[in-house]
């Protein structure tokens, strides 16, 4: 990604910006961001395995945990927030 790559500056670029997740080529068409610690462009697929995987997690009574602050989340919502590019 190399530049910062924001929801409002989309219009702007002359690249269809892609997934953020490991080696995806796909072209990213939702903007997560975690409480401010971090943020993604991410893919259809990426982006649905992901709320699969945190729905799956809470369902087992595990709280989501940030890998940067370290903070527990008992709730998608309050963990973090998508936008459709």
């Known amino acids: 990604m190399g530049e910062s790559v924001k ?3 989309l ?3 002359d690249y269809a910006p892609t997934c953020n997740f490991k080696a995806c080529a796909q072209t990213a068409t939702s903007w997560i961001t975690f409480h401010g610690c971090n943020e993604a462009l991410l893919c259809d697929q990426h ?4 709320i699969a995987e945190m729905n799956m997690f ?3 009574g595990v709280r989501l945990k940030c890998v ?3 903070k527990a989340f008992e709730t998608i919502g309050s ?6 590019l």
């Open 7 to 9: 929801p409002e500056n």
């Open 11 to 13: 219009s702007e670029l």
């Open 47 to 50: 982006r649905q395995v992901g």
């Open 58 to 60: 809470l369902g087992m």
């Open 68 to 70: 940067v602050c370290g």
């Open 79 to 84: 963990f973090c927030t998508f936008r459709v």
